[in-house]
């Protein structure tokens, strides 16, 4: 009697759905579930790689750039300190040459008096 009354379940659920439309509701909705599903793992995982990328970007490019920034700003330093050495030259050039005509007059007038004292003792 089992046979028949698991028969008769099934052809009244049969009777009820002939064409499988409750079957096909579940089964839709089912996939909707899973399409959800799949499309929330998607998410999470592309927002957690553009987390990591931003973390990359922030902490790798950004940082080259402070470093590459301040390697140039330490050239400009350097630059700088070069520019003025220069500078230091140039005034002790300056210094050198002011000498050098005071030197060079005090020469001019030692010869002077050398070619003076040489010609009264001829």
Known sequence: MQDNSSHSRESASAGDDPLGIDK???DYDYLLYKMRDYVQSIQLDTTELC?????????????NTIDKN????????EKCDTLENHYEMLNQLAIITDTFKER???????????KKGASKSK
């Open 70 to 77: 301040i390697a140039k700003f330490k050239e400009l330093l």
């Open 104 to 114: 060079i007059a005090e020469a001019v007038n030692n010869y002077n008096s050398l």
């Open 24 to 26: 096909l509701t579940v």
């Open 51 to 63: 987390k990591k990328q931003n973390e990359v970007m922030v902490n790798g490019i950004i940082e």
